[in-house]
């Protein structure tokens, strides 16, 4: 079974609105994190945001935020004011605890955005 | 400010042919992971190291080889290339075990 669950394969937004990415997770453990990243056309992995399970606020970082539910084991993605530079894989990804993945990160397979003007 | 480095950074091996990627980061950090990405399946880790002389294997391991005789290096072998080992391979390093992990460029291997 996996862990990390992204089931939008694609998605398009329109330059300037807001979009989700979708991302809902698998573990036992009470102490674990959610992380995003980012893959642009060029390749590289660029680490977005982080959330820890006993965040009690959800993570920012400028247009990134992650809209945690614990209890739905979900941890979305929302960019604000989409640019086109945002156009990009999204990977989330989940390290549990030591009892359930020796902290290891475990990826989802993507969900690729586009944004148009 | 190199961060984590992969070399090479695109190869075409025969099939039964060997290499050595390797890894190498400044940050002084003890985890150390080999992923490989296939398109629609995310990434999957092959090998990772919590340490200098440590290795351990991940998801998909076969056909590879990992070795970290020194901190700052984690090497990923293959010893007889085959075409389901083409992939983009990336190494990723983190300093804590629940700190963010810190990527290289990736290596995008092609064996024929």
Partial sequence: AQKITQTQPGMFVQEKE?????????????????????????????????????????????????????????????ISASQLGDSAMYFCAMREGPSGGSYIPTFGRGTSLIVHP | NAGVTQTPKFRVLKTGQSMTLLCAQDMNHEYMYWYRQDPGMGLRLIHYSVGEGTTAKGEVPDGYNVSRLKKQNFLLGLESAAPSQTSVYFCASRGGPITEAFFGQGTRLTVV
């Fill in chain 1, 18 to 78: 807001a979009v989700t990415l979708d991302c809902t997770y698998d573990t036992s453990d009470q102490s674990y994190g959610l992380f995003w990243y980012k893959q642009p056309s060029s390749g590289e992995m660029i680490f977005l945001i982080y959330q820890g399970s006993y965040d009690e606020q959800n993570a920012t970082e400028g247009r990134y935020s992650l809209n945690f539910q614990k209890a739905r084991k979900s941890a979305n993605l929302v």
